[in-house]
């Protein structure tokens, strides 16, 4: 691929910005420093060969740093920078949002002092891994010590013990804030610091974590060998989907979720185990119930066996008004594609909401964040990379589930707060409910919250203030659900 800076080992310079600015949160003027910079892997040559991009924010008015807690903040992918959660919450300048499903993917675009920034209670590091964002691996053939469920975690820990070195943070309480995939780089890089990696162990530790759009899951990796029908874990968000647009009644989201999870959990689990040997009067009653709770035709059904499959949904719960919901937040829709051939060829691939923000998150992180951070680099900003097809995905070490409970285990004290879109497609919260049940987490420091979202939860001004109010609480040391 081609490269606007050249990254040949024995050019590469490592880059270092400075900023200062100030931010006013519940009344009060906030001072903070800002350090963004290439934090440098080597080689047993001693050349670079990777580098993780990082975003820090320091409160400049805390003399006393050794109880002052830092957060280290991340996307998922696997490949994908920072900037969704740098421009969507963390930062100290955020986007604006009106209504969720955007009209256009145009500007003008809004950039605001964020009112929901948590500088206040916490430092700040916004994470570029290698490859992403301004993250670079330079050495391409040193590809396999970061592409991988446990070498992406144990680059992550690396990275963590370089930064509180250079910042002289060691005693600070730690705290891993990661959307998506980035629940398994923290589930998996919590469990090896607790234990030991391939071929060391670390130092460091985690006072909590907050995992959004959970990743977690017994499984190997997300959605596989879960020994449950897939429609099963999935049919709480169906319903979530189909109550946002079609109103089949007068409960609260989190009500008819949480009837429907126990229908699911009772009937539907049975009548799809049972097959060809369900009566045709119960197989029409299951039928009745299933379109009542997700808003899938009788037709879709007979065609499937009585399975609902998470990608064909997105194309079916609002076929009769010619639109399909997208994968990361199914309030959000497109037109269906016509013909129908075209539709079920391409559609799937035609996501309502990164067509809507994709352009907005990029535009207010390139043309507002990195200005005010005084960032000036003539680097490709990589916002999703594809390196991901190169990802190993076995876990030796464990499920990540397993790592989160060693972690939780081997750390007393160790909290956990999950947090989910209702209407998320991507990664059901079913899976995260399964996970609860089978994991064998310490569930008096396992906490789990529904959000009126989709898969980036802060969409929406209200989700930005209630999910950062309770990350807030939660960085307090209180329960973020109450």
Same mark, same amino acid.
């Given at each position: 691929?081609y490269?606007?800076?050249?990254?040949?080992?024995?050019?590469f310079?490592?880059?270092?910005?400075?900023?200062?600015?100030?931010?006013?949160?519940?009344?009060?003027?906030?001072?903070?420093?800002?350090?963004?910079?290439?934090?440098?892997?080597?080689?047993?040559?001693?050349?670079?060969?990777?580098?993780?991009?990082?975003?820090?924010?320091?409160?400049?008015?805390?003399?006393?740093t050794?109880?002052?807690?830092?957060?280290?903040?991340?996307?998922?992918?696997?490949?994908?920078?920072?900037?969704?959660?740098?421009?969507?919450?963390?930062?100290?300048?955020?986007?604006?949002?009106?209504?969720?499903?955007?009209?256009?993917?145009?500007?003008?675009?809004?950039?605001?002092? +964020?009112?929901?920034?948590?500088?206040?209670?916490?430092?700040?590091?916004?994470?570029?891994?290698?490859?992403?964002?301004?993250?670079?691996?330079?050495?391409?053939?040193?590809?396999?010590?970061?592409l991988?469920?446990?070498?992406?975690?144990?680059?992550?820990?690396?990275?963590?013990?370089?930064?509180?070195?250079?910042?002289?943070?060691?005693?600070?309480?730690?705290?891993?804030?990661?959307?998506?995939?980035?629940?398994?780089?923290?589930?998996?890089?919590?469990?090896?610091?607790?234990? +030991?990696?391939?071929?060391?162990?670390?130092?460091?530790?985690?006072?909590g974590?907050?995992?959004?759009?959970?990743?977690?899951?017994?499984?190997?990796?997300?959605?596989r060998?879960?020994?449950?029908?897939?429609?099963?874990?999935?049919?709480?968000?169906?319903?979530?989907?189909?109550?946002?647009?079609?109103?089949?009644?007068?409960?609260?989201?989190?009500?008819?979720?949480m009837?429907?999870?126990?229908?699911?959990d009772?009937?539907y689990?049975?009548?799809?185990?049972?097959?060809?040997?369900?009566?045709?009067?119960?197989?029409?009653?299951?039928?009745?119930?299933?379109?009542?709770?997700?808003?899938?035709?009788?037709?879709?059904?007979?065609?499937?066996?009585?399975?609902?499959?998470?990608?064909?949904?997105? !194309?079916?719960?609002?076929?009769?008004?010619?639109?399909?919901?997208?994968?990361?937040?199914?309030?959000?829709?497109?037109?269906?594609?016509?013909?129908d051939?075209?539709?079920?060829?391409?559609?799937?691939?035609?996501?309502?909401?990164?067509?809507?923000?994709?352009?907005?998150?990029?535009?207010?992180?390139?043309?507002?964040?990195?200005?005010?951070?005084?960032?000036?680099?003539?680097? +490709?900003?990589?916002?999703?990379?594809?390196?991901?097809?190169?990802?190993?995905?076995?876990?030796?070490?464990?499920?990540?589930?397993? !790592?989160?409970?060693?972690?939780?285990?081997?750390?007393?004290?160790?909290?956990?707060?999950?947090?989910?879109?209702?209407?998320?497609?991507?990664?059901?919260?079913?899976?995260?409910?399964?996970?609860?049940?089978?994991?064998?987490?310490?569930?008096?420091?396992?906490?789990?919250?529904?959000? +009126?979202?989709?898969?980036?939860?802060?969409?929406?001004?209200?989700?930005?203030?209630?999910?950062?109010?309770?990350?807030?609480?939660?960085?307090?040391?209180?329960?973020?659900?109450?």
């Amino acid at each position: 691929m081609y490269k606007t800076e050249s990254f040949r080992a024995d050019e590469f310079k490592p880059q270092r910005f400075e900023s200062d600015g100030k931010i006013t949160l519940n009344g009060v003027e906030i001072p903070y420093h800002t350090v963004s910079e290439d934090n440098v892997f080597y080689g047993k040559d001693g050349k670079p060969i990777a580098s993780i991009f990082s975003y820090s924010y320091f409160r400049s008015d805390v003399e006393d740093t050794a109880n002052r807690p830092v957060i280290f903040g991340y996307n998922g992918g696997p490949g994908s920078s920072s900037m969704y959660v740098h421009a969507g919450f963390l930062g100290a300048r955020r986007i604006t949002y009106g209504e969720p499903d955007r009209p256009s993917a145009f500007g003008p675009f809004e950039v605001i002092d +964020n009112p929901d920034c948590l500088l206040d209670v916490a430092d700040l590091v916004l994470v570029d891994p290698v490859g992403t964002g301004y993250g670079v691996l330079i050495d391409e053939e040193e590809g396999k010590n970061f592409l991988g469920i446990e070498e992406d975690a144990e680059a992550l820990l690396s990275f963590i013990e370089m930064w509180i070195r250079k910042h002289n943070r060691a005693l600070s309480p730690k705290y891993l804030v990661g959307e998506s995939y980035g629940c398994t780089r923290s589930a998996t890089a919590a469990g090896i610091a607790a234990t +030991n990696g391939k071929e060391r162990c670390y130092g460091v530790s985690f006072d909590g974590i907050v995992m959004i759009g959970n990743t977690v899951t017994v499984g190997n990796y997300f959605g596989r060998e879960i020994y449950v029908e897939p429609s099963v874990i999935g049919f709480p968000t169906y319903a979530g989907v189909n109550w946002f647009h079609n109103h089949p009644t007068d409960q609260s989201v989190s009500e008819f979720v949480m009837e429907a999870k126990a229908w699911a959990d009772e009937e539907y689990v049975l009548a799809l185990y049972k097959g060809e040997a369900l009566s045709e009067e119960a197989k029409e009653h299951v039928i009745e119930k299933v379109t009542y709770y997700t808003g899938v035709s009788k037709e879709y059904l007979l065609r499937n066996g009585l399975k609902i499959d998470d990608n064909t949904y997105r !194309q079916e719960v609002l076929k009769a008004q010619g639109k399909g919901v997208s994968r990361y937040d199914g309030r959000m829709t497109r037109p269906l594609l016509a013909p129908d051939v075209l539709e079920e060829k391409e559609g799937l691939w035609d996501d309502a909401t990164d067509d809507r923000y994709g352009t907005y998150f990029y535009s207010a992180l390139l043309g507002d964040l990195m200005p005010h951070l005084n960032v000036k680099l003539d680097r +490709n900003y990589v916002c999703l990379s594809m390196y991901y097809k190169d990802w190993k995905r076995e876990t030796p070490m464990g499920t990540t589930a397993d !790592q989160l409970r060693k972690a939780m285990m081997r750390r007393p004290g160790m909290r956990t707060f999950f947090a989910n879109g209702w209407f998320d497609l991507c990664t059901e919260f079913g899976y995260v409910w399964h996970t609860l049940d089978h994991a064998s987490l310490p569930k008096d420091r396992v906490f789990w919250k529904g959000y +009126n979202s989709g898969h980036m939860i802060y969409i929406g001004e209200d989700n930005v203030h209630e999910l950062c109010a309770d990350i807030r609480k939660f960085i307090l040391g209180n329960d973020p659900t109450k």
